[in-house]
């Protein structure tokens, strides 16, 4: 199952979120999504765990639980809407 995780410090890393989550089970992936430009977090990331009972677990347990400081939003990941057609922001 896919977790997202929210309103992360930006100073959380994947490592972090890894530690964090391992107390509950086995962790795929763990990763912090950063902005492409800056590499600075943008405050959310995933936990993928391949135990759907563990990943439950995780998420009743750890939603509105501090992380790092800042009380986290965790729940099943939602899966990415298609984005169409819509031009992509130049980068320069």
């Known amino acids: 199952m896919n977790i997202y995780i ?8 994947s490592d972090d979120l890894n530690e964090a989550f391992a107390a509950f089970g086995e962790i795929s992936r763990a990763t912090v999504i950063t902005d492409r430009e800056t590499g600075r ?3 959310f990331g995933f936990v ?13 347990e750890m939603n509105d639980k501090p992380l790092s400081g800042r009380n986290i939003r965790v729940n099943e990941a939602k899966p990415r809407e298609d984005r169409g057609d819509r031009p992509r922001r130049p980068r320069f």
């Open 6 to 13: 929210g309103n992360l410090a930006y100073g959380v890393t």
């Open 48 to 60: 993928e765990m391949p135990n759907d009972d563990e990943a439950r677990k995780a998420i009743e």
């Open 41 to 43: 977090s943008k405050g």
